[in-house]
């Protein structure tokens, strides 16, 4: 049987769809620039790889000046150990026997693994799991204004790093925040809360790791963090361009999609449904913008098939058989829906690399 994947040589107009296709030179700016501006402002940076979810990509970054990087699971975790990474994040509460357990023999072949909690009952388990022989690191999570996890106060981060400083199974690594756009003022005044209450208390705090992509130009903002964790910057997605922190030119990841039917006047639909684009709207009211055709609108998502309206370019908009490239909402998702992805440079195919971590998600 042919294989459905491209080999290197082949033009983009030759590749089957629906397919998220790399650019290559797009890739390597996005990954050059973040981390000089990074290096410039002298803090680490921790890439998150949840949104490629690629072996040879976190290589990349790693290479380009990446200190370690950061996964969202233990699964996760466990490919990119698989393929010789040493300093792993992992910022996700962990919790239950099985996790654990999973935990502990990750930890045995990393050199340098972190975790994060954020209650007493996460910090407790993890105690319980390791021993003193070989310690965990763990970072106390904050909600500096993300509203996700975290403890809420500065005197809770203290707290809380003091049980974990005071558990022999434990190292106290210091502190996290996933913030909300827009909030560096926030973000700075609980870690500079927070340093002072450790200090207070005889406690180093030596890491203050804060994150995200739509303010990750933004990081200097935060003189007290020592890191800086970000994922999408790396392709770069129609949410990114909205808030201004890339121009199209910098976005590396479209998917290659067919125009399948024009089954009625102003009505097109494409091979791209929510198996290959993601549903998460992340506050647009469509699905994904078609390049060339930006008045052309994704309105509706089946599995298989995105209903297009067209009305606004039902003349110029291709015909049945042709090719249009989605600028996805948001590339995380997409990463994860596809088992390999295809890179081109000038919309010639350079190489297919597996999505490694795909559906790790536990």
């Known amino acids: 049987m042919q294989s459905p994947w491209p080999e290197a040589g082949t033009p983009l107009d030759q590749v089957a769809t629906p397919m998220p296709v790399i650019d290559e030179d797009r890739l390597a700016a996005n990954i050059a620039r973040a981390q000089a501006y990074i290096d410039q ?14 072996v040879a990509v976190a290589k ?75 310690p965990l690191t763990v970072l106390v999570e ?26 022999p199974a434990l190292n106290f690594g210091g502190i996290l925040t996933y913030p909300a756009p827009g909030g560096a003022e926030a973000v700075e005044a609980f870690i500079t809360g927070t340093m002072a209450l450790l200090a207070a208390r005889g406690i180093d705090c030596p890491v203050r790791s ?21 994922g999408t910057y790396v392709y770069n997605d129609r949410s990114m361009v909205r808030a201004g922190e890339c121009s199209r030119d910098d976005l590396a990841m479209h998917v290659l999609a067919t125009v399948v039917s024009r089954p009625a006047e102003g009505r097109a639909v494409l091979d791209a449904g929510s198996k290959a684009l993601t549903s998460d709207l ?8 078609i390049e060339g055709f930006e008045g052309a609108r994704i309105v509706s998502l089946s599995e298989e098939h995105a209903v297009v309206d067209i009305a606004a370019c039902r003349d110029t908009f291709p015909p049945v058989g042709g090719l249009v490239k989605i600028v996805p909402n948001h590339t995380c998702v997409v990463s994860n829906l596809f088992d390999r992805m295809v890179f081109h440079r000038d919309g010639i195919v350079t190489r297919v690399e597996d999505v490694a971590a795909r559906g790790t998600v536990w």
């Open 60 to 134: 990349a970054q790693q290479e380009a000046g990446a200190v370690g990087i950061n996964c969202q699971k233990i699964s996760e975790a466990t490919v990119f150990a698989d393929a010789g990474f040493t300093d792993i994040l992992i910022t996700y509460n962990i919790l239950g026997a099985a996790k654990l357990a999973r935990l502990r023999a990750l930890h045995e072949r990393v050199p340098h693994l972190s975790v994060v909690a954020d209650s007493a009952v996460t910090v407790d388990g993890l105690a319980g799991a390791f021993d003193a022989a070989r």
């Open 142 to 167: 904050c909600d500096t204004g993300g509203k996700r996890c975290g403890v809420q106060t500065p005197e809770a981060a203290a707290q809380l790093a003091e049980r974990i400083a005071a558990a």
């Open 41 to 54: 402002h002298g803090k680490a940076f921790r890439p998150h790889i949840k949104t490629h979810k690629i």
């Open 210 to 230: 804060s994150g995200g992509s739509p303010d990750l130009y933004k990081a200097h903002l935060v003189p007290s963090a020592t890191e800086h964790r970000a």
């Open 282 to 289: 992340l506050g647009f009211s469509d699905f994904g913008e």
